[in-house]
C-alpha cells in the first residue's frame, strides 16, 4: 500500500476549509434563515415567497432570462459562426478577445453606459428618435442585458463550431448531401448540446444579475434580485424579516435546475467535439 498516496488528499485540507467557510456557512444560515419565523421552525417564508408581488417577480426574472438566452443564443451563435469561418486571422483574435472583456462588463458601469447613450438625455437616442423611458422598460432590460450576453455565447460556440471537421462535411458531399442535408443531419445535432448549454448558460447569467437592473429601472421591471435587495433593507412584512433568505434560496433551486441541465448537455458535447 502506498502510504504517500494514501495521505494526498491532507494537501487538499486547506481548499476544503476554505470552501466549507466561504460556501458552506452562508448555505447553512440561508436555509436556516428560510425555514425559521420568529425563531421557530415554519415554511411561511417560503409561502410568502411565492405569492403576490414576490411571485411576480419570479415570473418577471424567468421571463427576462429567457427572454435574453434565446436572443444572445441565437445572435452569438450566428457572430461565432462568422467569426469562425472568416479567413481574417486578426477579426477572429480581436472579436474573441472582445467578447472575453464585454462578457464580464456589467453593473453599474453598463447601467451608465447605456443610459448615457440611449437614456432620455442620452447621445444617440436624440438622434435616433427614441421615445423618452423606452430604455427603462423591460425590453430596454433585455437590450443591455445582450450586451454581455452575446459575448459569452460566442465564448461558448466559437470552439464547438472549430470542433466541426471538415471530414464531415466532405464525407456528406460525397454521399450526395446538400449544405442543407450536411447542417440539419450532421452538423446541428452535434452543435445542439454546446447551444443548449449556453441557453441555459446565458439564463443563469441575466437571472442573478442585479446591479445593472438596479440602477437602470429600479422597481419599474419586478426582479426577483431587486425584490431580494428590498427586502434586506427592511421592505418586508411583519414577521417576515427572513422573506429575502426564503427568496434567496427560491433562486437557489432554479440555479440548480439551470446547472442540472448544463453540465449533462456539455458532457455529451466534449464526446463529439474533443
Keep these: 500500500m502506498?502510504?504517500?498516496?494514501?495521505?494526498?488528499?491532507?494537501?487538499?485540507?486547506?481548499?476544503?476549509?476554505?470552501?466549507?467557510?466561504?460556501?458552506?456557512?452562508?448555505?447553512?444560515a440561508l436555509v436556516a434563515g428560510?425555514?425559521?419565523?420568529?425563531?421557530?421552525?415554519?415554511?411561511a417564508n417560503l409561502s410568502q415567497s411565492l405569492q403576490g408581488g414576490y411571485l411576480v417577480a419570479m415570473i418577471g426574472s424567468v421571463k427576462l432570462s429567457a427572454v435574453v438566452a434565446l436572443l444572445g443564443a441565437v445572435l452569438g451563435t450566428f457572430l461565432a459562426y462568422a467569426?469562425?469561418?472568416?479567413r481574417l486571422t486578426f477579426l477572429r483574435e480581436a472579436v474573441l478577445t472582445a467578447s472575453?472583456?464585454?462578457a464580464n462588463f456589467g453593473g453599474v458601469p453598463l447601467a451608465?453606459?447605456?443610459?448615457?447613450?440611449?437614456?432620455?438625455?442620452?447621445?444617440?437616442?436624440?438622434?435616433?428618435?427614441?421615445?423618452?423611458?423606452?430604455?427603462?422598460?423591460?425590453?430596454?432590460?433585455?437590450?443591455?442585458?445582450?450586451y454581455f450576453s452575446i459575448p459569452l455565447m460566442v465564448l461558448v460556440m466559437a470552439p464547438a463550431l472549430d470542433g466541426l471537421r471538415p471530414q464531415w462535411r466532405?464525407?456528406?458531399?460525397?454521399?450526395?448531401?446538400?449544405?442543407?442535408?450536411?447542417?440539419?443531419?450532421?452538423?446541428?445535432?452535434?452543435?445542439?448540446?454546446?447551444?443548449?448549454?449556453?441557453?441555459?448558460?446565458?439564463f443563469g447569467s441575466a437571472f442573478s444579475a442585479y446591479a445593472t437592473a438596479n440602477a437602470m429601472v429600479g422597481t419599474v421591471v419586478p426582479l426577483v434580485t431587486l425584490k431580494i435587495?428590498?427586502?434586506?433593507?427592511?421592505?418586508?412584512?411583519?414577521?417576515?424579516?427572513?422573506?429575502?433568505?426564503?427568496?434567496?434560496?427560491?433562486?437557489?433551486?432554479?440555479?440548480?435546475?439551470?446547472?442540472?441541465?448544463?453540465?449533462?448537455?456539455?458532457?455529451?458535447?466534449?464526446?463529439?467535439?474533443?
Design 34 to 43: 428560510a425555514f425559521t419565523v420568529q425563531g421557530r421552525p415554519s415554511l
Design 170 to 202: 466532405e464525407a456528406a458531399a460525397n454521399n450526395g448531401a446538400t449544405s442543407w442535408h450536411y447542417w440539419r443531419f450532421v452538423a446541428l445535432p452535434v452543435l445542439t448540446p454546446s447551444m443548449l448549454g449556453g441557453v441555459v448558460l446565458l
Design 83 to 86: 467569426v469562425v469561418t472568416s
Design 229 to 274: 435587495a428590498s427586502a434586506l433593507t427592511g421592505d418586508v412584512l411583519i414577521g417576515y424579516e427572513n422573506i429575502a433568505l426564503a427568496l434567496s434560496l427560491d433562486m437557489v433551486v432554479v440555479a440548480g435546475l439551470v446547472m442540472a441541465i448544463y453540465l449533462p448537455l456539455q458532457k455529451r458535447s466534449s464526446r463529439w467535439l474533443h
Design 112 to 146: 451608465f453606459f447605456w443610459i448615457a447613450t440611449l437614456g432620455n438625455s442620452g447621445v444617440v437616442s436624440g438622434l435616433v428618435g427614441l421615445p423618452s423611458g423606452s430604455l427603462y422598460t423591460f425590453w430596454g432590460l433585455v437590450v443591455t442585458y445582450l
Design 2 to 28: 502506498n502510504r504517500s498516496g494514501s495521505k494526498g488528499w491532507l494537501g487538499a485540507l486547506p481548499l476544503l476549509a476554505f470552501f466549507a467557510l466561504v460556501f458552506g456557512v452562508p448555505a447553512i
Design 100 to 102: 472575453g472583456v464585454l
